[in-house]
């Protein structure tokens, strides 16, 4: 998905105007739906990880629940993802890692998505650690009170005071550069 490489720059607007006449594009009716959400990002068919991956991204930016993105919603993504400030990237990481939505990340929630991550971002890397052990230094670093739930107080302050959960939390650090790199694209 591009993580490896390195794409530090912004988006400039232009970039961004060009998203957005996508949008326009593939949506003339105003409603961006999953599979063409994928198409745009050009997620392949046969990839379970991004595809997986790519899903969770959308149902974290579809606001109002009704399994499609409108206009601002898609702005607002784009935005968030290619101009953001790391304490909203973070809010945003841990809302895509809150699947139940109950305001508290478990084990469960965490090794889910961790395992996507793992297989898309670590697969030709050499990480010591299974998506099981990365769960548990996770919770071992940033469970304050150790109740086995992961507060958003708790996730903010121990994503930024520890370089390597900060790594893993805030999924993907490399959003812009992925974007650049694939948006556009057929798979």
């Not at 063409?36 to 068919?45: A, H, S, W, Y």
């Not at 809302?95 to 297989?119: A, C, H, P, S, T």
């Amino acid at each position: 998905m591009g993580q490896e490489e390195s794409h530090n720059e912004e988006m400039d607007l232009a970039q961004i105007q060009d998203l957005c006449i996508i949008f326009m594009k593939e949506c003339p009716s105003g409603a961006l739906h999953l599979h063409e959400f994928k198409r745009i990002f050009g997620v392949p068919c046969n990839s379970s990880e991004e595809s997986l991956y790519i899903e969770t991204i959308f149902r974290s930016f579809d606001t109002n629940k009704d399994n499609t993105l409108n206009f601002i919603e898609y702005v607002a993504a784009l935005h968030l993802l290619l101009r953001g400030n790391l304490e909203d990237k973070l809010k945003w990481s841990f809302k895509m890692y809150d699947k139940d939505g109950n305001g508290k990340l478990d084990r469960q929630e965490v090794k889910r998505l961790i395992r996507i991550i793992y297989k898309i971002k670590y697969q030709t890397s050499d990480v010591n650690l299974t998506p099981s052990e990365i769960c548990d230094r996770i919770f071992e670093l940033v469970d304050q009170n150790h109740d086995g739930q992961i507060t958003l107080s708790e996730f903010m302050e121990g994503a930024q005071k520890d370089e390597w959960v900060m790594n893993l939390l805030k999924l993907d650090v490399n959003a812009s550069g992925w974007v650049i790199q694939n948006c556009g694209k057929s798979p």
